[in-house]
């Protein structure tokens, strides 16, 4: 439901463009806000309700083709244990803040091809953040191709 939060035990996903990447690591700029934006943007894998990961990654790749989401060829899916973020921001950041990831779906009455029902946020984040970026890239997020 919308603003609830991630339980600590699921998975988030990151769509990241393949310059994030260095020797196949990510790297923390693909955990920065753009300027324009007050939340990361990220997929609840949890929330398509799939046997396994890479059922949960089909589904996610589904979700991306049915929003029209241009993914170029060599962009990749970063998975983050929600816990495993929450806690190392909360006990690593050298600035405490309001740092949540929250359930928020899009629902696009005018454009229902924008809906995205799994669609959630990293909250409290700043633009160019480069502590908290770093912080997250330490909790090992797995990589998958974006596409298959």
């Avoid at 899916?77 to 921001?89: C, D, M, Q, T």
């Amino acid at each position: 439901m919308k603003g609830d939060r991630i339980p600590d035990q699921d998975h988030v996903a990151r769509l990241c463009k393949n310059l994030f990447f260095d020797q196949g690591k990510i790297q923390a700029p693909a955990f920065f806000l753009r300027p324009e934006e007050d939340i990361l943007s990220v997929n609840w894998l949890e929330f398509f309700n799939c046997q396994g990961r890479e059922n949960e990654i089909a589904a996610l790749r589904l979700a991306y083709s049915n929003k029209n989401l241009n993914v170029k060829k060599n962009a990749r899916i970063a998975v983050l244990n929600a816990g495993e973020v929450y806690r190392k921001v909360q006990r690593e950041a050298s600035v405490k803040r309001n740092f949540d990831i929250l359930h928020d779906p899009i629902e696009d009455e005018d454009d229902p091809s924008n809906n995205d029902p799994s669609h959630s946020g990293i909250y409290g984040l700043r633009p160019n953040n480069e502590e908290i970026a770093e912080l997250i890239c330490e909790t090992d997020p797995k990589i998958y191709p974006a596409r298959s």
